[in-house]
């Protein structure tokens, strides 16, 4: 065999995924989680039209931004963000209920991915050292089979290289949803439910805690607040979406 041929067999080899879902694509093609077209060869969970009309916050470039004030004077965090805007009736609505209850935990990887692109850029988070997961119950994971809030943060660790941990953190009590509550019922329903279970993985570090999205923090804020009771823990907040 030629040096020629050797180089031409070699690159067939290395595109074989690459053809294989293009062809799988002719008879299955995968379509935009937003806007239903067809995704080309190069495209992941979202058409780069919609990747483009991304709603985003850019609140990871302001310091003491609306995001941020929602906890001040309740929980002490170094930053706080969100990548994208939802509100009722969006179209990237879409995208948190399919990740969150239609088993589409694709979305949180690939979103969680080009969310790490903005926060690897920002002055804000270029110390932090270890991302953690709004944790679920064991009960409420078997049953959903995965955790939304993992999906975002393998997306995130992998554009960043922070470390990802999703064991320090436990919730140790089942909850009732938190969709029809106020803020104080919110918070009353989770002041109590986190543990952290391994505090030496997390001393003297900045923990980015992450969550699909925030409405009144209840969540975070009480997992935040366990954190911080680890000597030198420092925390900062980013969620995938936030209410406009």
Known sequence: MTNVMIFYVTLCIMRLPAIIRHFIGLFYPELCETCGISLNVHEK??????????????YWKEAGNPMEQVFWGKVRLEHACAFFFFSKGSRFRKLLHKLKYYGKKEIGIVLGRRFGMELRESPFYQTVDTVIPIP???KKLRKRGYN???????GLATTTAWELDTKSVVRKQHTETQTRKNRMERWENVSEVFVVRYPELIKGKHVLLVDDVITTGATIEACAARLLEVEGCRVSVATLACVK
């Open 136 to 138: 679920l119950h064991p």
């Open 148 to 154: 939304q809030s993992e999906q975002i943060a393998i």
């Open 45 to 58: 969970v979202l058409c780069t039209s919609c990747i483009y009309h991304l709603p985003r916050t850019n």
